[in-house]
Structure formats: structure tokens, C-alpha cells
């Protein structure tokens, strides 16, 4: 890896290339299109297609990472054959390949940061485009610190600390890899795969009450004060380029980085013209002036030897560490809502519905971190008095919240324990829900995963209630998409109207599950509750 007292020659060739590109900008601003190539004979700049023997152009649509941009901007100028016309865009791949599983078309050239996301577990059902070049460039995946900051022996010990901060492995392909780098190094380190996959839980959580205070908004390598012990992942090329700070220090630990190597792709149905242009590209960027312009943009020329590298798991490993992040950093803002009626108290043979469902409630508060926002209501016939059918047992409130000498999080486990002693009525589940998904919104927090957890074992049995279809037209005209708030159903065994639960939870943007067997209902209450 390179210090900042080791960037390469080229100072010339770097202003001619920091000038072509503004130009070649301006043009594109001009034409209101972003940056695009037109070849033509190179005899007469304004002249036409057909004057230079072009019946038409050829466009060719080319995605290239954002690391890589100058550098492709820059090569177009001397590779575009003529009659083609080329569209280079700055765009991530973990843009274009959730694009392209949603189905939208690859591009006919593609340049990642890095091979795995154009796999099956990326692209989905996409066509898989055919790999032209390996590697065009590389830049590892750093961590980068202040003088107060210090090394870490490995990348598992570095995130289980709580100071690093890491872009979102949704959206950054060097966030993916910085999050699966404590798998990736485990049989050097002797960790198990396991332990190195739960490292990624409280890194998550921890990164998502950042997010909910308002911090790490963008992860920058100067983001953080000179005194900060902190910690941010970035690539060596930001680091040497936009950190602007003579103290940051590369503190990559010892094992290893990941690395972003660039691979050159081109698409099974990519336009005319694709494949010769995409050769041209990897010609110029192999030669004397693309290695070049490769340095000046502070990158390496590939190489075969992949000392100091981290070899990154599976495809398909990667993208469960990127669902699973999706799930754990975004916290949940939940109002459970639980089925106090008499049929709760129906045995199971391991004790009753309520008794089970409570055991599984103190068990997943276990689970949630304490920027987690958690109340707690009842319901049955009456159960807040006549023509009430809920009861609070417990406001929406941080799990850290401390109220009377007891946390949030204390109030809700003592709550759970008095559950089976709270069983009587009939089921009075549809006003319930409305008044239930009306504290929701009053209570949306922005940044949290805003929910009702609702859970039933019966049917609406309130003769004075509205109806259903009363009911779905008005979460219909309460939800705002600005102010999302999901309703999620769970029914206990099959006695449960799960129908009624599918149908309030499609109209909300939310899911309904069964838990058909008693066994089931902590399984089910899990993914209530990490569902988004």
C-alpha cells in the first residue's frame, strides 16, 4: 500500500488529464447528456456522419466505478473507433446490479470495483455479462486513522471495538468487503466462520445508532476530529486523494485488505461496436500512457501477486453479510400489540399461547440494541375500559430510556412476565389495529424501521367494531410514504384470521406470518420484528 509519501511521477500527464477531463465535462454539460464520446475520422471536427463515411453511429452504453472514472473519461479520448459514440457513467455497482435484478438492462461495458457483484447472488436472474480483463487497476480497502487512532491486529478486532465506521455495504462495494474481511482473514487468525460472521451484529447496531444520532451521515476519512481514536474505512486511492489531512495514517492491520481490482465486462447483448471498444480500452490502460493516467489517479496497475491482499468469500456469503446488515443497522421503532383474549390461554402441550409468546418476547428484547424504540399494548373486548378494546402496559420508548429507576427495556421484561395473568374477553382485533397504527404515526421516528407488530390467535369478535373493509380503506388513507410505518401480523396457530392479518399488512407495506406450532413462535417473532 502506497503512503502519502509515495505517489507516483506524472505531474504533467496528471494536469493534461485533470484538464481533458474538465473539458470533456463542459461538453457534456453543454449537450445536457453527462459525458459523451463522438469518433469520427479525426479530419474535420464538424464534420457528419455521412461525411465521414458513417452510415450511423454505434452507441455503446459503458458503467464505470466511480474509482475508475477519470482514468476511463480520460482513455476514451484515444481508443473510440470511429462511428461510435460512447456514454460513460459514473455509477457503482451495487447500482447497476440491483438494477439489473429488478430488470432493468446491464450496460454493453461494464467496469465494477470488484467481480462478485456480477454474480447470480447480485444480479438475480439477470444475464450474467462475459468478463473481458481481470483487473484494469487496484486500490485496497484501508482503514484509516488519526494520531490518536491505532492499529488493530486484525479487522475482526478493529470492528468489534465500536470506533469503526464503514460506508453502507448496501450501496459501497468496499463497505461489503470491509464488513466480510473478519471472514475473510478467520483461518489466518484462528477464528471460526461463525464468530467472525457475529462480529457483524453489534459493528451493525453500532453503526445504526450513529445513524440515529444523526452521525456518520457521510464516512469520509478526514470525518473525524485530529484527537479521535476513530477509525474509518475507506480505499487507499481516497485516502491519498481527498483526505486533505496530513495526520491521517493508513492503520490497514497487518493480515491484510480487501481489495477492489476493477474487472472489465461486456454484456451477452451488448450493442455493435461493444466488445472492439472494450478491447481497445484494456490495450490503452495496459500500455505506457494508461498505466499513466492508472497512476496519476492514485491507483495500481494490476498485479498477480496477491501478498497483503484479503481473498474475499464467497459471492454468495458476501451478499447474506449485505442482507444481514440491511436488517441489523437499521433499528426497529415497534409497537407491540398483543392478544390478551381468553383463547390465549388454550395449553399447547408446553404451556399456553401467552406463556410462550411472552418467553418469546423477553427473549427477542435480548436481541435489540438499546437505541431500539419498543412499547407494549394489550388487547381485548374492553380491555382499556367500555369501547376500548387496548391498553397501554407500556409507551414507545428508547430501550435505554430510564424512567422511575428502571430502563425501557426493564419495564418491558417485567410487562412480559405479568402477560399470562392478563387473559380474558373476546377478540377485539380490528379497532385495535387502527388506533395502534394512529400511536405509530404520531410517534415516527425518522432513521428506524417504523412498525405494529401485531398478534392474534383468533378472529375479530367486537360486535361494535367497524369492519374489515372499514378498516383496510383507513390504514389505506392514514399511510404516508414520507412517514412509513408498517403493520405486521402474526397469527398464533391456525385459529388466527390470517387472511384479515395479510390483508391489513398488504395496505401498510408490511407482512403477515403463521406460527403454526408452538415451537414456531419465537422463529416467527424474529422476523416480525427484523423485517423492513
Not at 502506497?2 to 484538464?19: C, E, F, K, L
Not at 464534420?47 to 466505478?65: I, P, W
Not at 489531512?245 to 474487472?263: M, Q, S, W
Not at 389505506?476 to 391456525?494: E, F, Q, T, Y
Amino acid at each position: 500500500m502506497q503512503s502519502n509519501d509515495q505517489r507516483g511521477p506524472g505531474r504533467a500527464t496528471m494536469m493534461s488529464t485533470a484538464v481533458l477531463t474538465v473539458l470533456v465535462l463542459v461538453t457534456g454539460l453543454a449537450v445536457g447528456a453527462g459525458v459523451t464520446w463522438f469518433a469520427l475520422s479525426r479530419d474535420d471536427g464538424g464534420s457528419t456522419a455521412a461525411d465521414d463515411g458513417c452510415a450511423e453511429f454505434q452507441r455503446v452504453d459503458l458503467a464505470v466505478a466511480p474509482e475508475m472514472y477519470g482514468v476511463v473519461v480520460a482513455a476514451l479520448a484515444d481508443v473510440t473507433p470511429d462511428c461510435v459514440q460512447v456514454d460513460p457513467a459514473l455509477r457503482p455497482g451495487m447500482e447497476v446490479a440491483r438494477g439489473a435484478s429488478l430488470g432493468s438492462r446491464l450496460p454493453d461495458v461494464w467496469i465494477p470495483e470488484a467481480h462478485f457483484v456480477a454474480t447470480e447472488a447480485f444480479l438475480g436472474d439477470a444475464p450474467r455479462p462475459r468478463l473481458l480483463v481481470k483487473s484494469l487497476a487496484q486500490t485496497p480497502v484501508v482503514l484509516a486513522g488519526g494520531n490518536a487512532a491505532r492499529q488493530f491486529a486484525t479487522w475482526g478486532d478493529a470492528e468489534a471495538s465500536g470506533l469503526v465506521s464503514v460506508p453502507s455495504p448496501e450501496s459501497s462495494i468496499a463497505g461489503a468487503l470491509a464488513v466480510t474481511a473478519p471472514e475473510a482473514e478467520a483461518d489466518m487468525v484462528g477464528r471460526t466462520r461463525d464468530a467472525a460472521r457475529q462480529i457483524m451484529v453489534p459493528f451493525a447496531q453500532a453503526q445504526g445508532a450513529r445513524t440515529v444520532a444523526g452521525e456518520d451521515a457521510t464516512v469520509q476519512p478526514a470525518m473525524f476530529p485530529r484527537r479521535s481514536p476513530r477509525l474509518v474505512v475507506t480505499t487507499e486511492q481516497q485516502l491519498l486523494t481527498e483526505a486533505g489531512r496530513a495526520d491521517l495514517r493508513d492503520l490497514t492491520p497487518p493480515v491484510g485488505a480487501p481489495v477492489l481490482d476493477f474487472p472489465l465486462m461486456v454484456a451477452d447483448d451488448a450493442a455493435p461496436g461493444s466488445r472492439a471498444l472494450a478491447r481497445s480500452l484494456a490495450a490503452h490502460l495496459n500500455g505506457k500512457v494508461g498505466r499513466s493516467l492508472i497512476s496519476d489517479e492514485e491507483l495500481h496497475a494490476p498485479s498477480g501477486d496477491r501478498d497483503g491482499f484479503l481473498r474475499p468469500p464467497a459471492a454468495t456469503a458476501i451478499a447474506e453479510a449485505v442482507y444481514s446488515w440491511s436488517q441489523l443497522s437499521v433499528p426497529s421503532a415497534m409497537l407491540a400489540v398483543v392478544d390478551a383474549s381468553g383463547s390465549m390461554d388454550a395449553d399447547t402441550g408446553t404451556g399456553s399461547r401467552m406463556g410462550l409468546l411472552a418467553d418469546a418476547a423477553r427473549i427477542g428484547l435480548g436481541f435489540l440494541p438499546d437505541h431500539a424504540r419498543v412499547g407494549l399494548w394489550i388487547f381485548s373486548i374492553d380491555k382499556g375500559g367500555p369501547g376500548q378494546d387496548w391498553r397501554e402496559l407500556e409507551p414507545i420508548r428508547r430501550l435505554d430510556d430510564l424512567r422511575f429507576g428502571r430502563t425501557q427495556r426493564y419495564a418491558l421484561r417485567e410487562r412480559a412476565a405479568e402477560l399470562p395473568s392478563l387473559t380474558d374477553g373476546g377478540t377485539g382485533l380490528y379497532d385495535t389495529a387502527l388506533a395502534a397504527y394512529r400511536t405509530a404515526l404520531k410517534n415516527y421516528r425518522p432513521h428506524y424501521s417504523n412498525a405494529v407488530v401485531l398478534m392474534t390467535d383468533g378472529q375479530n369478535e367486537d360486535p361494535g367494531s367497524i369492519s374489515l373493509e372499514q378498516l383496510l380503506q383507513r390504514l389505506k388513507d392514514l399511510r404516508d410514504p414520507d412517514r412509513p410505518v408498517r403493520l405486521v401480523g402474526i397469527a398464533i396457530s391456525g385459529d388466527a384470521d390470517l387472511g384479515a392479518l395479510r390483508q391489513m399488512a398488504r395496505v401498510t407495506g408490511g407482512e403477515a406470518y403463521l406460527a403454526a406450532e408452538p415451537t414456531d413462535i419465537l422463529g416467527v417473532f424474529a422476523r416480525a420484528v427484523l423485517s423492513r
